[in-house]
């Protein structure tokens, strides 16, 4: 290392291992707080409704808001970190972030706390991607398989620690503390940061308005059509509708207007030419199901279906997080010595053993058939996601690393906003109901046998509506095994991509980096 100061060290030097320690919890700890904050606020909404004043459809504007502002705000991390460099861009992120969650902590109404969380995205968009362009740079070419599992591992673990913090902190002080945790957190990042990351090169970039605008058009409308379309019964809402068609026209129109502006776009699309990083993209967002179906299907089962107290629902979902974790970190040293689409491969086929194993699912099943399937999924989910992000960057110069990272948790937030699971559940339940509602009459001598006990006759009010709950209860449980299955066999016909991966082997047959050309 020269002796000039660390931040100011030309960007191609590699920092010392003490140094690379410190970067590394500078950034995870900026990573993990935003990825928390994505899921750790879902379990306390009913909390903020009562408080707040606000009804359960205004209540999930916390959710939107927040999404929204972070989705047009990512694909720009790119921009700002040449603009301001990273070093800056990241300072900026992380006060900006600390900040707007102190204040959506003492927020005293619907319209502060939506507010301050638009903040909140802004300022948390680039958190993700910015951490993962510094771990990829911070570590030789080597050892990016060890630094894509550190980094995983705040970004997959995050989201299952979420609602189980969530939840316990709710229980324990107040919902206004799912908020104020990031402060602490936050301001040990800032310190780390400010002395230990480096900086880079700045370039001058000029900003492209017209660009913006398309694209936040496009993303915004996106992001809302994804996050609201399950609430709003998709297309049968004009909201819906409207939002569909300016992420269309927005998308569309910025898509044509970038390739004709080529290099002075907001950002160069041409970025997708690289295989690895396409079809990596493509991956990671169809994978939107599999990571998330499990987070928002068995809180449902368990606390709606089998009557689990919330915290018990976090402890019985842990195993699953835990499992991507040590996946992650044994996976980490198989990267540079294994052929990376091979990992990806077998992850796929784990996660699709785990998901069929829940669809065996039913409302007699004891913990441990819960835990297993959801820890084999776990495991599989850490097998593929470490090995794909590494191969998302092996061929990509070094100067497109923070874009590249914008676009690729754009794409990554994408996928799993989508609200594909839910709305096929309610559409299964639905289904269920009526089929199973038709063999239901009074009629039946089954129904006679199963009211008898309970001297009732199946003209009792009563009787009536205990059946109606217990068809209720198995028309949902069998759209969630609907699910599952759908689940299983999404990680299946996933698996034809990874044969057009590029080969990525570190130090044995890796491609070798392209010239960096520059923006």
């Known amino acids: 290392m020269s002796s000039a100061p660390f931040g100011a060290v030309p960007h191609h030097e590699l920092p010392t291992g003490a140094e690379r320690l410190m970067i590394t919890l500078a950034v995870m700890s900026a990573t993990l707080i935003q990825v928390l904050d994505t899921t750790i606020v879902n379990v306390a909404l009913p909390h903020m409704a009562g408080e707040l004043g606000a009804t359960t459809d205004q209540i999930s504007w916390v959710l939107t808001s927040y999404l929204v502002s972070s989705a047009i705000v990512m694909p720009l991390t790119g921009y700002f970190a040449d603009t301001l460099g990273r070093k800056r861009f990241l300072l900026i992120s992380i006060a900006g972030f600390v900040a707007a969650s102190a204040l959506c902590g003492i927020a005293q109404n619907l319209a502060e706390i939506v507010g301050f ?267 593929i996601f470490v090995p794909l992000s590494t191969i998302a960057y092996t061929t990509l110069p070094r100067s497109r690393m923070a874009e590249a990272a914008g676009i690729y948790s754009l794409v990554r937030t994408i996928g799993a906003a989508a609200g594909i699971l839910t709305t096929l559940m309610t559409r299964q339940a639905q289904v269920n109901w009526n089929e199973l509602g038709a063999h239901v009459t009074k009629y039946s001598q089954a129904l006679v046998d199963y009211l008898k006990p309970l001297h009732l006759t199946p003209t009792d009010p009563h009787a009536i509506a205990i059946i109606a709950a217990q068809i209720g209860q198995q028309a949902q449980m069998n759209a969630i095994i609907d699910v599952f299955k759908v689940t299983a066999w999404s990680f299946l016909l996933l698996l034809p991509l990874v044969f057009l991966l590029r080969r990525y082997r570190a130090g044995a047959g890796a491609p070798p980096p392209p010239a960096d050309a520059g923006h």
């Not at 699309?269 to 928002?296: P, Q, Y």
Request: hydrophobic residues 50%.
């Open 117 to 383: 969380r638009l903040l909140q995205g802004v300022f948390g968009a680039a958190l993700v991607p910015m951490s993962q362009a510094i771990m990829t740079d911070a570590y030789p070419v080597e050892d990016r398989g060890k630094a894509m599992a550190i980094w995983g591992l705040g970004v997959m673990v995050g989201p299952v620690l979420g609602p189980t913090l969530g939840g316990w902190l709710t229980d324990v002080a107040s919902w206004r503390w799912t908020f104020y945790i990031n402060v602490p957190v936050g301001a040990l990042s800032l310190f780390l940061a400010s002395a230990y990351v480096p900086d880079s090169e700045r370039k001058q970039r000029r900003m492209d308005w017209t660009g913006l605008a398309l694209l936040a058009t496009g993303i915004a409308g996106l992001q809302y059509m994804l996050d609201r379309g399950t609430t709003q019964d998709w297309f049968s809402a004009l909201d819906i509708r409207v939002s569909a068609v300016l992420a269309a026209v927005g998308l569309a129109g910025f898509g044509g207007y970038s390739l004709a502006r080529g290099r002075h776009a907001l950002f160069d699309l041409h970025i997708f030419k690289d295989r690895n990083f396409t079809m990596a993209c493509v991956v990671i967002m169809c994978m939107g199901l599999g990571l998330f179906g499990g987070l928002v299907l068995q809180p449902i089962l368990l606390e709606g279906l089998l009557n689990y107290p919330i915290v018990t629902t976090g402890i019985v979902m842990a195993p699953r997080g835990v499992a991507t974790a040590i996946a992650m970190i044994v996976v980490g040293r198989l990267v540079g010595k294994i052929d990376a689409r091979i990992l990806v491969g077998a992850g796929m086929l784990t996660s699709a053993a785990g998901s069929w194993a829940m669809t065996h699912y039913s409302l007699d099943v004891g913990t441990w058939q819960i835990v297993w399937p959801a820890f084999l999924q776990g495991m599989g989910l850490g097998l």
